[in-house]
């Protein structure tokens, strides 16, 4: 996007300064003076071109008094089909602006889910990225602009609201705080997504309850959002931007992640847990081949790490020879891997949307990296729970919220009460009912444990607990987060409800397994190493050492290694990479039966290409 050539929006008064509605956001935020930038833009040289607040503003301005002149009114739907980009977020809030509702897809979905999503919102138009998103919206009869359009877009705003110079602020004065502002579509496991109804005032209080931790990101800070718009994560992490005041580095594929770090080094960095497992099996391997006194003095470091860590956490005092040397690890070895990852500036992450390991979390905190788990849903407005600097618990999901109540249901079943809750499912009054009782309490379908000091602990999915044939409860999460841990292995799925014993498929990480092959002298084929002796004998230490600690009906009995990984083009992985398990257990439903067909000493077949 050029930059703006209208000052600002200065008359939207949005209810009252403290409204809490995104007009009233976005006026405070692009009013209050603020100097660092509001977006970083990368160009095609990898640099990064700034954009002020007060250019953003005059471009939220432009595209909202554009769509006025189009036609586009208060409650009327609009699609977002793309990759994250300031054409994104600003088309985002200038929605926000005159109380239309915006309809995110994700970029990586499929023709059919694009037009199930415009339709079933209602769509009056869509934005998409270029031709080929446009394409998927074949037959879908509302007005289709693309980013490239929104100059265009822009050009008739400032016609419009010269010829009407206070269309905009009434727009903006007529929203309010129980107007739905988007419809987020869970991207789900199962089943066509749902539409949940998110108000205004759901995502400002949201915004808003970050206030109360003092190491919440703000002005100064720099972060790089690849976790795409569409999700309410990334969503979130774009208004809190607006409300905080740190500057926005706009990332579109979010496979350039890791190579972006280093040149962009932000402050703090929300994510999955994908992100950091795959920076982790990197650095290990690299840690584990490091031999010689170098290599010792990297023992060394992390144990001393371990150790810091440890009391860290505990809230236990760092006794002096410990803190010193931590002070010399840290300058002599954790200080150049920080550099090297792009991680040097960072004063912690974020990571949700699926349970990072605990000893990853105690691995980067040795590091002197801090990953702070939270926990929520898209039907909360994405955050119920977080852990922050002064009071973390690897292995938990924090402690709740401000004006966040939780409670634990007989079941085990994890309630949430919250002025973030939705407001139900867009067209689907029994889905609602099924997950908002009359109280107000939010059903989460997730299965959790409270300790005394308020920590959640989430122990897995209501509805993915295996029930084993002998009657055994048992929470695959748990076993797949583990088997995670290993360099070689990339992704695990645990079966084993209403079967005899638990079992597992894994695939394997492509370049570690590669490193490892190459050592051995074997081809570095992912699908010829699935079927090899050696491959399953290096597979079943990891199998072992996961069992070791567990009960024995916990313990999984056998194991395949699939010939390829879990894809999101095949639809087995979410756009924000969460396991399918009813397609990944479609996709390979012959090798699950292959598991409990063949005999508990028998060698498993190597594995066949599923269908995608």
């Known amino acids: 996007m050029t930059e703006a050539t209208t000052p600002p929006q200065a008359k939207l008064r949005s209810g009252g300064p403290e409204a809490l509605t995104i007009p009233a956001l976005w006026h405070r935020a692009t009013s209050s003076g603020r100097t660092d930038a509001a977006y970083l833009v990368e160009r095609a040289d990898g640099s990064w071109a700034p954009v002020t607040w007060e250019d953003a503003g005059a471009i939220v301005a432009e595209l909202a008094n554009g769509l006025l002149a189009r036609g586009v009114r208060k409650g009327d739907a609009f699609a977002i089909l793309g990759r994250n980009a300031l054409e994104w977020a600003a088309f985002d809030f200038a929605l926000g602006l005159i109380g239309a509702i915006s309809a995110p897809i ?39 602009l693309r980013y490239a359009d929104l100059e265009q877009l822009r050009a008739e705003g400032r016609t419009f609201a010269a010829a009407e110079p206070d269309a905009l602020a009434a727009a903006a004065d007529a929203v309010g705080e129980e107007d739905v502002f988007t419809y987020i579509y869970t991207s789900g496991t199962t089943g066509p997504p749902k539409a949940c109804m998110i108000r205004h005032r759901n995502y400002v209080a949201m915004a808003q309850k970050g206030d109360a931790h003092g190491e919440t990101a703000g002005p100064g800070d720099t972060m790089l959002l690849w976790l795409p718009l569409a999700h309410n994560f990334g969503r979130l992490m774009q208004i809190a931007g607006a409300h905080r005041g740190y500057t926005i580095a706009f990332l579109a594929d979010p496979l350039r992640a890791a190579e972006v770090l280093p040149r962009l080094r932000p402050t703090v960095m929300p994510s999955v847990p994908r992100l950091f497992e795959k920076i ?29 860590s440890a009391r860290v956490e505990a ?63 898209s039907e909360c407005t994405t955050a119920a729970t977080v852990n922050h600097r002064d009071a973390f618990r690897f292995g938990t999901v924090g402690q709740a919220l401000p ?20 407001a ?13 009782d009359e109280d107000g309490w939010l059903h989460t379908g997730d299965v959790g444990e409270l300790d005394a000091d308020g920590f959640l602990t989430i122990t897995d999915r209501k509805k993915d607990i295996l029930v084993t044939a002998g009657g055994k409860n048992v929470a695959p999460q748990n076993l797949e987060n583990d088997l995670k841990t290993s360099p070689y292995v990339s992704q695990a799925i645990v079966v084993g409800d209403r079967r005899p014993y638990v079992a597992a498929l894994v695939t394997l990480d492509a370049d570690e397994i590669g490193r490892w092959a190459g050592s051995q002298g074997l081809a570095r084929d992912v699908a010829s190493l699935a079927g090899d002796a050696r491959v399953r004998a290096l597979v079943q230490e990891v199998v072992d050492e996961v069992n070791r600690p567990r ?44 598991l409990y067909a063949a005999t508990a000493g028998e060698t498993a077949q190597p594995m066949r290409r599923a269908p995608s």
């Open 403 to 422: 004006g966040v109540e939780l409670r634990i249901a007989a079941d085990g079943e994890i309630l949430v009460r919250s002025n973030t809750v939705f």
């Open 280 to 308: 982790h099996t990197t650095l290990v391997a690299v840690l584990e081949a490091t031999g010689g006194p170098r290599g010792a003095l990297i023992r060394w470091a992390l144990g001393v790490g371990r150790r810091w």
């Open 315 to 377: 809230g236990r005092r760092v006794p002096p020879l410990l803190a010193l040397q931590h002070r010399l690890a840290d300058r002599l070895v954790f200080a150049k891997v920080r550099e090297r990852i792009g991680f040097d500036r960072l004063r912690y992450a974020n990571s949700g949307g699926a349970p990072l390991a605990r000893e990853l979390a105690v691995f980067f905190h040795a590091l002197g990296i801090l990953i702070v788990e939270g926990y929520g849903l």
């Open 106 to 144: 994700y970029s990586s979905s499929s023709p059919q889910d694009c037009l199930y999503v415009a339709r079933h919102s209602e769509a009056v138009g869509a934005l998409v990225e270029d031709d080929e998103q446009r394409a998927k919206l074949a037959g879908f009869d509302g007005q289709i």
């Open 424 to 436: 139900g499912y867009y067209k689907d009054p029994e889905a609602t009912r099924e997950v908002l």
């Open 551 to 594: 009960s024995r009906y916990e313990q999984i009995k056998r194991f395949a290694i699939l010939p390829r990984d879990f894809g999101a083009e095949e639809g087995e992985l979410t756009p924000t990479l969460k396991l399918r398990r009813r397609v990944v257990q479609q996709h390979f439903a012959a090798e699950i039966e292959a």
